[in-house]
């Protein structure tokens, strides 16, 4: 990441010898190896983790075949000139999954889905048959990518895949083998999505029949066309295969756009390592999610917010491809005006690939806009017209998907942070009032911001004097913690995750910037190196052995170990200081203080997601947070009415929240294992995630058809022959899905329908 590997790298790819009768500069023998260590190294952390090879092989072709293939095609018929393969297929692959979803819609539309498979066809055909699109099947120009590039992004999925396997794979088996299995409560919300998309369009809500889903659904289409295409069990793809996938994806995409908004591949590099290598400031043992968190945590229980990361970095690339000056094209080539065109693409599948998305890049667009009317004085037509898409692309999933559904987002400044301020014990005076409050909004820049350090020096050594790409990321950058600070709930903290790429990218290229400022030589380069290494090492290892549990008791308890920690380490930068101070003269050392302390800075959240998996590690649970009970029992159930009956079939169940708690009281309706692992809808399962119940505070509990659930439920506790009769014909209803522990049916239903299964717990009757 220093200055000379930066100089060495942009030498190498401007000045590689070109055979001049075929165009294409000479390939390093070893180019494909990162690749293949790294993909070999994920498979061996998936393998341990229970997944079958034959299962990582089809979601593998499904992947190479079905969305890299046709969108890199795609994507290369777009662009102007090549620059790298890698972006080629980094671009392309994203460009691959935005095809993929209307490709989906028409093939349910058309009730296809058996032949599903062939929808790549309809892009590889024409590109062999046509003869203009033929050439770009070997298209010409690539630049060499530098193998410490590659060595170092495959270095990073590696390590996150690693750390995704203690937090996540480790604790968590692909189905539930055990009655006190227990899961994150999300998960089988997800698994049931993800069931919805694979048999049904338009999409309804899987907990209650003909509700409709006003819900960022894009991520679950991916995961039912890899189980439709590549036949994985639906499990397997969203606990095991597809959260790597995509973060891996998200890496290369990262270093991608670095390389190409910096025109420095290594900025890329820097992006990548602090999206994905260090974590959250976060000290505390066990990990804490007090504060918030941007990546620990949410990668594994949120399948849409890490699918939204690949599309909205692709749509980074492009907005911010065409907002670069002409005097850079000698850096990379510009992608043309076939980037208005992928923005196009990108901003309408970021969409309904996670809500948070487009409103933190349309405030990007705006500041850009904002600041070059007033830096230049006319008005930025480029600006506009990306705001016009991606406008135009808000409008159509507030509209169409989401319905004006807003979540209960709304006007509450502060609202999730004031908590930690909030009630005061008796005699609190104001001063001390006023430093809880500050030392909360410190806590909270320092835990979830600290890796956008690099801007400042970038701010700084520009003199403020920017272009529209930087303040497009600037721009994304603040809004997202801005839009958290103004809406307040918990549902506005996906802004400030949606902002993250922005702002790391931004402080990417402000690091660069200070290494090449720096100069330094090969042995400062390595000692830099060592240095950085020897601190995460020394940090990690106190981190390990002194950190504590996060105190209880006061309000404001939860953020006292990240200030704590941040004391200690700026006393110990202070004595490293002042012992700089003391040889800041001396050769080698003059002018790399800045470097060496952006990048302990940038460095001091490393044991985030170590801590994270240590935690699961140690105090396994199923998921650490918010994790219920699912045992293996229901899951059973669940697959043998999945295995014997079909898509269009309905359940009925006396199950709707997650605890154990007699009918007809649900304090919290949060139960979605049925329609999860059963892939089926259910006239009444679990509610609350309804969207219409989403800003009602009595949405655990109260269901808004009373009449619904009262057939739902007389069926298995008060059945007659009438009522089973409407309850099929009206309702569709096949199975009725009885967990005797819950409540015992009634005696008269084995009269009125058909036992067909019975593990003990767990019955299930077909209606007559």
Known sequence: ?????????????????????????????????????????????????????????????????????????????????????????????????????????????????????????????????VPRLRAHWRPRGYQPVPL???????????????????????????????????????????????????????LDLPQVAGEPLNYHWFAFVHAAMVSLVGHIDLPVVTMRLMVPAIIALTAVLTAVAGWRLAGRPYAGVVAAMLFLVVGEFQFSHPFSISIGVQVAWITWPSLSMTYSWALLLALIVVIGDALRRPADDSLVPPLGRGAYVLAVFFAFASSAAKASSLPVTL??????????????????????????????????????????????????????????????????????????????????????????????????????????????????????????????????????????????LLSAWGYVMVADRARLTRRATTVLGVGAAAFVIVLLTATLLLAGPEPSGRSYSPVLPVLGWAGVLAGAGLIGALGWWAVRRRPGVAGRGPLVVLT?????????????????????????????????????????????????????????????????????????????YAERSVLVEGWAFAPR???????????????????????????TADGLHRLRDRDHVRYLVVDRRRKAESPLLVGLADLRFDNGRMAVYELR
């Open 1 to 129: 990441m220093s200055s000379d590997l930066i100089h060495a790298t942009q030498a190498e790819s401007a000045g590689g010898r070109t055979d001049s009768e075929t165009g294409h500069r000479p390939a390093h023998p070893l180019r494909w190896l990162p690749a293949a260590v790294t993909f070999l190294l994920v498979t061996a952390i998936l393998a341990v983790a229970h997944t079958d090879l034959l299962d990582i092989a089809r979601y593998t072709a499904y992947a190479t075949l079905a969305v890299m293939l046709p969108g890199t095609l795609v994507f290369r018929a777009l662009r102007r000139r090549p620059h790298t393969l890698v972006e080629d297929l980094a671009m392309g692959t994203a460009l691959g999954l935005v095809l993929e979803l209307p490709a989906w819609a028409a093939y349910s539309v058309l009730d296809l889905r058996s032949v599903v498979w062939t929808w790549p066809l309809l892009v590889v055909v024409p590109f062999l048959i």
């Open 148 to 202: 410490g590039w590659s060595w170092s992004v495959g270095a990073v999925i590696v390590f996150f895949t690693s750390c995704l396997y203690g937090a996540f794979f480790r604790e968590n088996p692909i189905l539930p083998d055990a009655e006190n299995t227990r899961q994150f409560i999300d998960l089988p919300y997800q698994l049931s999505l993800a069931g919805e998309a694979k048999h049904h369009f338009p």
């Open 363 to 504: 405030a990007g667009l705006a500041l850009a806009g904002v600041a070059t009317l007033v830096r230049k004085r006319r008005v930025p037509w480029v600006v506009v017209a990306l705001g016009v898409v991606v406008t135009a692309a808000l409008g159509f999933v507030t509209v169409v998907i989401f319905r004006g559904q807003t979540y209960g987002l709304g006007v509450h400044p502060l609202q999730e942070l004031s908590r930690f301020w909030a009630v005061p014990e008796a005699g609190r005076s104001g001063g001390k009032q006023a430093t809880i409050v500050a030392g909360v909004f410190l806590a909270w820049l320092l835990s979830l911001q600290l890796r956008l350090a690099g801007i400042v020096p970038l701010l700084v050594m520009r003199r403020f004097r920017l272009e529209p790409v930087h303040w497009f990321l600037l721009g994304g950058a603040l809004s997202g913690p801005a839009l958290y600070l103004l809406l307040g709930t918990f549902n506005a903290t996906w802004f400030y995750r949606a902002s993250l790429p922005f702002g790391l």
């Open 600 to 676: 302990a800075v940038l460095l001091a959240g490393a044991p985030g997601l170590i801590m994270e998996a240590r935690r699961n590690w140690e105090h396994p649970n199923g998921g650490s947070y918010g994790s219920v009970p699912v045992p293996a029992s229901r899951v059973e159930a669940a697959r043998w009415v999945r295995a014997n009956s079909d898509p269009d079939d309905v359940l009925a169940t006396n199950v709707h929240c997650w605890a154990d708690e007699p009918p007809p009281r649900c304090r919290d309706a949060r139960s979605f294992w049925l329609s999860g």
């Open 693 to 719: 119940l989403a800003a009602s505070p009595s949405g655990l509990w109260q269901f808004w058809d009373a009449r619904k659930l009262k057939r739902n439920d007389d069926a298995i506790y008060a059945p």
